[in-house]
């Protein structure tokens, strides 16, 4: 089995180590015992934080009642995944048993979360005896490759635009986002992760707008629309439209609920499938592990999914799989089914749980790819609103 930790450096080069244990379905989590180290600190009070991380993750089964929690909000009081990341590095630890420890610069993606995607995938390992001060030093060495190959090479690619552009006699580039005071058109920004959101099939943003009974309207770039969206404070950003449709983007969108919180999300598709051709919802959220979607026409729900880790509870489970769902191979586990009563059920093989990457897989076969892979949309603007106090 491997143990993992999470360890995020800030710009003060303050450091926090934040363990995952597993819960009562395997399924791995961040724990509420995090660990914070303030500059200065030496390597080997580092290597000793990780490994007593570590022992937390062997020694720890996760309890429901701490799983719904954000941790590196709790620990560093801000309140937006999105922020707290856009001013920190971040290395995965991982600890085998067998083999020793792991450590793996991560880069952080423009939806605000860490993958190896984009930079060279370094490995750096320690064996089972290694002391305090050598596991410290591969931490600081992993954050070190990050300053140097990423935040460092990222400013060179900015100065080359610079000097090109001006040898061309061009506009010099500007990190600026708006001109004279106005929102500038930009590109979509991925997104998706840790995030909820409405795909209605329109071109008429106004429209989703009132649809949508927003309040205290503004026009907004995708840059002021990753800001609103990621905050729980009512509101949202309607995208330009991506081709056939229109995105509605928000962390304060109502959800499905559960067996202690009612749906809100439903009568919300129903309502809106009646003005527009088609609604769907996606969602996921990892603190909770929620994820699910649907989608909704002419007032009529034609599937909707959802699952909610922190409880272990399939929340919706309504129609047919589409045809969609069938092609990305979507089995889950499901404790209200009949099956769920046989012996054997929950060692069997083809079934899983839902991860936060099936919410964008759907989306993306049924109606856009929100990582924006597959296809380019031109520059545009959206609007930020309000949502009604009713959601």
């Known amino acids: 089995m491997i143990y993992n930790v999470s360890i995020y450096k800030d710009k003060k080069d303050n450091i926090l180590l934040i363990p995952y244990v597993f819960d009562e379905h395997g399924i791995r989590r961040k724990y509420n015992k995090p660990v914070t180290l303030e500059k200065p600190y030496q390597s080997f009070v580092i290597g000793k934080s990780v490994r007593e991380c570590f022992k937390v993750s062997i020694e720890t089964k996760c309890q429901q009642s701490e799983q719904a ?12 995944w999105y922020k707290f990341s856009k001013e920190r590095l971040c290395v995965s630890g991982k600890f085998n048993p067998e083999e020793g420890y792991t450590f793996l610069p991560l880069k952080r993606q423009s939806d605000g979360s860490y993958t190896p995607e984009g930079i060279e995938i370094i490995h750096l390992t320690a064996g089972l005896d290694a002391p305090d001060e050598e596991i410290g030093e591969l931490v600081l060495k992993a954050f070190s490759f990050l300053d140097n190959k990423v935040i460092t090479s990222c400013k060179e690619e900015i100065a080359e635009v610079v000097i090109k552009e001006a040898e061309n006699g061009k506009k010099q580039y500007s990190p600026e986002y708006h001109d004279n005071g106005n929102p500038k058109p930009e590109k979509p920004e991925p997104f998706g992760y840790n995030c909820a959101w409405l795909a209605i099939k329109t071109q008429d943003i106004d429209k989703v707008a009132k649809a949508l009974e927003l309040k205290n309207i503004r026009v907004a770039n995708w840059t002021d629309g990753v800001e609103a969206w990621d905050e729980f404070n009512g509101e949202v950003f309607v995208s330009p439209p991506l081709g056939d449709w229109t995105i509605v983007i928000g962390i304060s969108l109502p959800d499905m609920g559960d067996s202690r919180h009612p749906d809100k999300l439903t009568p919300l598709i129903l309502k809106l499938s009646n003005v527009f051709d088609e609604v769907q919802y996606f969602g996921t959220q990892r603190t909770s592990e929620y994820h699910a979607w649907a989608k909704a026409r002419n007032g009529v729900l034609i599937r909707a999914y959802a699952y909610v ?6 929340a919706c ?75």
Not at 69 to 80: D, H, L
Not at 343 to 351: I, V
Not at 356 to 368: C, G, K, M, N, Q
């Open 69 to 80: 929690v954000n941790v590196w909000q709790i620990a560093t009081g801000i309140k937006s």
């Open 309 to 314: 880790g922190d409880c272990g509870q399939t």
């Open 317 to 391: 489970n309504v129609g047919e799989k589409t045809i969609e769902e069938k092609k990305l191979g979507f089995n889950f586990f499901n404790e209200k089914s009949l099956e769920a009563r046989k012996n054997g059920y929950w060692d069997r093989e083809d079934l899983r749980y839902p991860r936060e990457f099936d919410v964008l897989s759907i989306a993306r076969e049924w109606s856009t790819d929100t990582l924006f892979e597959s296809e380019e949309y031109p520059p545009g603007l959206g609007l930020i609103g309000l949502l009604p106090k009713i959601l």
